[in-house]
Protein backbone atom coordinates (compact mmCIF):
# COMPACT_ATOMS: atom_id res chain seq x y z
CA UNK A 1 0.00 0.00 0.00
CA UNK A 2 3.06 2.13 0.43
CA UNK A 3 3.65 2.32 -2.84
CA UNK A 4 0.53 3.18 -3.98
CA UNK A 5 0.56 5.92 -1.57
CA UNK A 6 3.40 7.07 -3.02
CA UNK A 7 2.69 7.31 -6.75
CA UNK A 8 -0.63 9.00 -5.36
CA UNK A 9 1.70 11.39 -4.09
CA UNK A 10 3.69 11.84 -6.86
CA UNK A 11 0.99 12.24 -9.22
CA UNK A 12 -0.68 15.10 -6.88
CA UNK A 13 2.81 16.98 -6.35
CA UNK A 14 3.07 17.06 -10.83
CA UNK A 15 -0.17 18.49 -11.12
CA UNK A 16 0.46 21.35 -8.68
CA UNK A 17 4.00 21.48 -9.54
CA UNK A 18 4.31 25.13 -10.78
CA UNK A 19 2.56 28.25 -9.46
CA UNK A 20 0.19 28.19 -12.59
CA UNK A 21 -1.62 25.16 -11.14
CA UNK A 22 -1.52 25.57 -7.53
CA UNK A 23 -4.10 27.65 -5.63
CA UNK A 24 -4.49 28.50 -1.44
CA UNK A 25 -7.48 28.81 0.51
CA UNK A 26 -10.15 26.60 -1.67
CA UNK A 27 -9.46 22.85 -3.18
CA UNK A 28 -9.30 24.07 -6.84
CA UNK A 29 -9.77 26.94 -8.65
CA UNK A 30 -11.00 27.67 -12.25
CA UNK A 31 -8.90 29.39 -14.94
CA UNK A 32 -10.14 32.62 -13.37
CA UNK A 33 -9.84 31.92 -10.10
CA UNK A 34 -13.56 31.18 -8.95
CA UNK A 35 -13.39 28.11 -6.60
CA UNK A 36 -14.54 24.76 -7.84
CA UNK A 37 -14.15 21.48 -6.41
CA UNK A 38 -11.55 19.28 -7.13
CA UNK A 39 -12.71 17.50 -9.59
CA UNK A 40 -14.68 19.91 -11.30
CA UNK A 41 -13.53 19.97 -15.43
CA UNK A 42 -13.17 23.57 -14.99
CA UNK A 43 -10.29 22.82 -12.14
CA UNK A 44 -6.96 24.20 -13.34
CA UNK A 45 -4.99 24.95 -10.17
CA UNK A 46 -5.65 22.84 -7.14
CA UNK A 47 -4.11 22.92 -3.44
CA UNK A 48 -1.91 20.33 -2.02
CA UNK A 49 -5.09 18.27 -0.85
CA UNK A 50 -7.25 19.37 -3.52
CA UNK A 51 -4.57 17.80 -5.78
CA UNK A 52 -4.69 14.29 -4.13
CA UNK A 53 -8.33 14.60 -4.59
CA UNK A 54 -8.33 15.01 -8.06
CA UNK A 55 -5.65 12.37 -9.05
CA UNK A 56 -8.11 9.28 -7.35
CA UNK A 57 -11.53 8.31 -6.70
CA UNK A 58 -10.60 5.82 -4.32
CA UNK A 59 -11.93 7.40 -0.85
CA UNK A 60 -9.53 5.29 1.22
CA UNK A 61 -6.50 6.40 -0.78
CA UNK A 62 -7.49 9.62 -0.92
CA UNK A 63 -7.76 9.86 2.60
CA UNK A 64 -4.44 7.60 3.11
CA UNK A 65 -2.61 10.60 0.80
CA UNK A 66 -3.60 13.38 3.37
CA UNK A 67 -2.39 10.99 6.25
CA UNK A 68 0.95 10.73 4.38
CA UNK A 69 1.09 14.61 4.11
CA UNK A 70 0.02 15.54 7.50
CA UNK A 71 2.58 13.04 9.32
CA UNK A 72 5.51 15.45 7.63
CA UNK A 73 4.36 18.70 8.19
CA UNK A 74 6.40 21.21 10.23
CA UNK A 75 4.24 21.84 13.81
CA UNK A 76 1.98 23.11 14.45
CA UNK A 77 0.36 23.02 10.58
CA UNK A 78 -1.35 20.66 8.89
CA UNK A 79 -0.87 20.19 5.38
CA UNK A 80 -3.89 22.71 4.63
CA UNK A 81 -1.89 25.07 7.07
CA UNK A 82 1.11 24.59 4.70
CA UNK A 83 -0.83 25.13 1.78
CA UNK A 84 -2.19 28.22 3.16
CA UNK A 85 0.69 29.93 5.09
CA UNK A 86 3.67 28.88 4.28
CA UNK A 87 3.84 28.50 0.40
CA UNK A 88 3.89 26.72 -3.00
CA UNK A 89 7.90 25.63 -1.92
CA UNK A 90 6.73 24.35 1.13
CA UNK A 91 3.88 22.14 -0.29
CA UNK A 92 6.52 20.74 -2.83
CA UNK A 93 8.98 20.06 -0.31
CA UNK A 94 5.75 18.24 2.06
CA UNK A 95 5.41 16.34 -0.63
CA UNK A 96 8.74 15.10 -1.38
CA UNK A 97 9.32 14.48 2.29
CA UNK A 98 6.07 12.24 2.04
CA UNK A 99 7.06 10.36 -0.92
CA UNK A 100 10.32 9.59 0.83
CA UNK A 101 8.37 8.44 3.84
CA UNK A 102 6.18 5.72 1.93
CA UNK A 103 8.67 4.68 0.05
CA UNK A 104 11.20 3.58 2.86
CA UNK A 105 8.20 2.24 4.54
Not at 11 to 25: E, F, V
Not at 51 to 69: D, H
Not at 80 to 90: K, M
Request: glycine share 8%; charged share 20%; hydrophobic share 40%.
Amino acid sequence: MSQQIADLLRRARKRISTMDTWCQGTAAQDCRGNGVLSLHPDACRWCAIGAINAETANVNLRQLGEEALNAVCPRPYGAEGVNDLLGHAAVLKMYDNAIVAQEAA
